[in-house]
């Protein structure tokens, strides 16, 4: 048995209770369900202006967005979230936009005035940037002032902007103004059509000082030709139902294998065909969410709950499991002794800290977590994925001693195979930590935006790779023995976790994330050899 009583009583017992919890809390969360998220739906509710240079501004968002495909957009436009646009056309449609400024400021003004306050909307392609203000004169004003409006180059009032000659009309400008000393004044509906593939930032500017205090409250929607996901996320719709493709021939391929062999499946093959199962049901979990969010624009809490859970359960999982194979439970150990409650702790809080980073990352605007937000979250992922490898490879070490020094040399080779491969995983992992780096480092602006899918991407093919490589190792075959545990033979000492820990190492590359690991991190095992 691959799984033998003890380690039943050692973790399988001992996990019980945190599973039952984890399902507990996500058939809560899954009654509200219904709850829908924004994503290419920026919403504003009270925002404030911040101050910059001679002005006040607010973000309102940034996505990549590809050209339209019909260059003659329809001259109507939708009058509600309901209104369905041509496909093919990629805009930014502002709706329900209200700015509202201080009552005191709104009641000193001339109730007859026609116009008593400017809110300006600027749409600028990031390679336009140096045309908003006097960047281009090494100045940091934003707004116009009485000197250069002599001069011509702009009115009081109104943002500097130098039309791009090649791109007439852009950087885009859409004026709303307050009418006499109304507190509230009313943007337009307006769509306004992409025609040229970039990334796009949208500002809202106040150059009076008179409207200091000036709130927000409305949304915009941002639209690409294929469908409503931002151009950074769009190639991994089609890139996850791929994977979803090679698993199910990966699956197919497995299973024709292990039926021709039925009468010499061992354990270990069951595990690698649940691994095989799981890494299917994730792609297809996550194909189908970005579906979803492609037609319409949100994201359904429930369904997106689910994806981020599961993928973050099967992490947790793979990496216990390689770590008490590593260990060489079932080899050279008859149990893991008191580091059991050490091993079910780490899982538990590497689970619940992956589980906190997917779920802001998935569940919030596209692009509204800050720097520092998301710093404190993927720093404890970081640190534990750290502990997890330098944990692993060092109980290795200790288990290929062991089986070298008692001679079992089909284990032995067998642990040295899945130790290069977890080398060689690492190695890949390390370059490309420092790949990103360099892509982030060399693309503050995202200009380079439509290659960022290929950062998620990597880990996925990674850890598909690696589970192509065990499953070609570890086969059905008509000599399962070498794998089975036994006892009292100590040249042939039980594998019995080495199958799960092989599996494990396909998903180890799958969350080394980016440039969010250390690899610097050293832990002593102190108890590991207490009850050998």
Known sequence: MLFGRTVRCDLLAMNRNKIALVFGVLLLLSAVGEIRVRASIHEYTNEAFNPRFNSFFFHGGSEGLYASKNLDPPKTTPTDDNGKPLNGNSFIRFESITFKRPKE?????????????????????????????????????????????KEGFCKVGEVIIREDPENPGWPKRLQTSFEGNSEEAKMELQTIYINKTGMYYLYFVVCDPQLKGTLITGRTVWRNPEGYLPGKMAPLMTFYGLMSLAYLVLGLLWFLRFVQHWKDIIQLHYQITAVISLGMCEMALWYFEYANLNATGSRPFGITLWAVTFSAIKKTFSRLLLLVVSMGYGVTRPTLGGITAKVVLLGFVYFLASEALELVEHLGNINDLSGKARLYLVLPVALLDAFFIVWIFSSLSKTLEKLQIRRSMAKLELYRKFTNALAVSVLLSVAWIGYELYFNASDPLSELWRRAWIITAFWTLLSFTLLVFICILLSPSHNPTRYAYETGDDDEEGLSLTGVGVIAAGELGSKVDRKDHVFGLAVEDLEEDKRE
């Not at 300006?120 to 336009?128: C, F, P, R, T």
């Open 105 to 149: 400021i709104a009641e000193k003004q001339n109730e007859m005035q026609q116009s008593t306050g400017v809110v300006e909307a600027l749409i600028v392609e990031v390679k336009d940037s140096d045309k908003i203000g006097r960047a281009y004169m090494n100045s940091n004003a934003i707004c116009c002032n009485p000197t250069l409006s």
